[in-house]
């Protein structure tokens, strides 16, 4: 028998890289949505951080609506894919937490994951207690309740965050401290001078953390406010402990689930108490730099030190490239990093920094550049099809969640246009990951080499097929839900021109092949 495959034109295809800010999942410029549990005296609620008034003194949740989505994702966040989404269960200044959630608080939490998976984006969680800080920064604090009732509370939003994990993206910590920052907290402490907690307050803190991996989906990660946090928690007491590698990047363990977010990012030589040292956090910088290409970073700005010069554009994009950020508060970051003569905030970036934003929210989290491929141009049924991409991850972070990877063949010569999916293999090596899994295709400016003989099904009809890739998302479908596997919202565009299909999610390689049938 002769062995087409082996025989035929190998064809290779160049790829033009897009300049366009690309809409993805999981990756970019943040949508921030805020809801006070309980209005305070005046009736203030908070949606996307604005204040409005209500006649209402008590709880009266505007929940998150279709019309609100559409009229936010407009204009400059017509890309966002993400939700910012944060609860805060106490009443500002009250210190009344009760024993069980009320159930309000988790109709209104499965409300808003169903108009946002309605409306093809996901959500970054945060579950708080207080968001008020007194100006002296005294206590009380009233933030978390006692050990036992803060477990009962995150027991009962386990079942939605299990049933709804498809839709969601990363969970920050949350739930210690005023704003779920894990500072100014009555039970859980505050830091030292030193940014250190006591060893009894670092015991409560672990046994938090556990309890909320435990209460998030396996394959979602859980971010800590400060380096020193991961370290002290998950490492040695002394604070010692390895960034994630390739070895033990993904593999379910406390260490890999664990990432990142700094919510004061270039506020000033520390990111305000997020790097720990004399030495401007170099030690914890370093440990965030490596051990965020595996696992995720986000957060927002906070503001300036009056006392420090402003930063340049180039600087605050080579310190999300360093530290990896895969997305950015921008309700916060559009108003801060270009200041506001009316109100006085004082800018992060010097110059025109308009243009400077149009590129973070290029950049941010995955850019994946297809820049070439090359497959044979003839192929039997049930034998091997030979692939090879090289793929540039143009961005500051790789993809952090589960992401598959198929090559999909398309009939042409039928009306019906078939399709045949032919998914790559994801099975870990002894190094770690595949080299298929896209988690590990790092933003390093290095070309990641995919190479697999895929086997076509023996009883693939014979004809002309076009071949297209797929990076669709694989989350397990919520209960009576569709998978997202099919929804081309969820899957990766690639950074090029002239290869995405919107109605499909899938890239088109612009290389067809010539399934002849099976000799006997």
Not at 150 to 163: N, T, Y
Not at 293 to 310: A, K, M
Not at 415 to 429: K, N, Q, W
């Amino acid at each position: 028998m002769t062995n087409l495959t082996e025989n035929s034109a190998m064809n290779a295809v160049l790829y033009l890289p897009s300049e366009e800010d690309i809409r993805n999942p999981e990756r970019g410029a943040a949508l921030q949505v805020q809801y006070l549990a309980l209005c305070s005296e005046s009736g203030s609620q908070s949606v996307d951080g604005e204040a409005s008034t209500s006649d209402n003194s008590c709880f009266e949740h505007q929940p998150i609506t279709p019309e609100f989505l559409k009229e936010k994702l407009t204009g400059e966040n017509k890309n966002v894919t993400l939700i910012l989404s944060r609860y805060f269960f106490n009443e500002p200044g009250s210190t009344d937490t009760d024993a069980e959630l009320p159930q309000r608080y988790l109709d209104t939490i499965e409300n808003d994951f169903a108009v946002v998976r309605q409306a093809g984006l996901k959500m970054i969680m945060r579950f708080a207690y207080n968001r008020i800080l007194a100006d002296n920064q005294e206590p009380p604090y009233n933030d978390a309740p006692d050990l036992k009732t803060l477990q009962g509370h995150i027991q009962q939003v386990k079942p939605l965050l299990e049933a709804n994990q498809d839709i969601i993206a990363t969970i920050e910590a949350g739930w210690i401290g005023v704003w779920g920052e894990w500072d100014f907290s009555d039970i859980y402490g505050r830091p030292d001078e030193n940014g250190l907690f006591t060893p009894e307050q670092y015991s409560l803190r672990r046994k938090v953390l556990m309890a909320i991996l435990a209460a998030t989906p396996s394959q979602r990660m859980v971010q800590l406010r400060t380096p020193n946090s991961k370290r002290k928690l998950l490492g040695e007491p002394s604070g010692t402990l390895d960034a994630v590698t390739l070895a033990n990047a993904f593999d379910d363990s406390p260490i890999s689930r664990t990432g990142h977010h700094n919510d004061c990012f270039l506020k000033d030589h520390n990111d305000e108490g997020t790097y720990l040292g004399d030495d401007d956090g170099r030690a914890d910088r370093e440990y965030v730099a490596n051990d965020t290409q595996y696992t995720v970073n986000g957060g927002e700005t906070c503001g300036r030190d009056l006392d420090l010069p402003v930063v340049t554009c180039d600087e605050a994009l080579a310190a999300l490239r360093k530290y990896h950020w895969s997305y950015l508060n921008f309700n916060i970051a559009s108003d801060e990093l270009g200041g506001d003569p009316i109100t006085g905030v004082r800018p992060l970036i010097k110059g025109d920094f308009a243009p400077y934003l149009d590129d973070i929210r290029k950049v941010l989290g995955y850019r994946l550049v297809l820049l070439r491929s090359k497959m044979p141009s003839m192929a039997f049924q049930g034998e091997v099809l030979p692939l090879h991409l090289e793929i540039r991850n143009d961005g500051c972070a790789a993809p952090f969640n589960p992401r598959a990877v198929e090559v999909v063949l398309r009939r042409l010569d039928l009306s019906s246009a078939p399709e045949y999916s032919l998914p790559l293999p994801m099975d870990r090596t002894r190094e770690g990951l595949s080299p298929n899994d896209p988690r590990g295709w790092l933003a390093d400016g290095m070309v990641r080499l995919i190479d697999e003989n895929l086997v076509l099904p023996a009883d693939i009809p014979a004809g002309m097929y076009a071949v297209l890739l797929n990076l669709p998302d694989p989350s397990p479908a919520a209960p009576g839900g569709e998978a997202l596997r099919k929804d081309p919202r969820y899957s990766i565009r690639l950074a090029n021109e002239d290869l995405y299909e919107p109605d499909t999610g899938y890239n088109a390689l612009k290389q067809t092949v010539m399934i002849a049938a099976r000799e006997s």
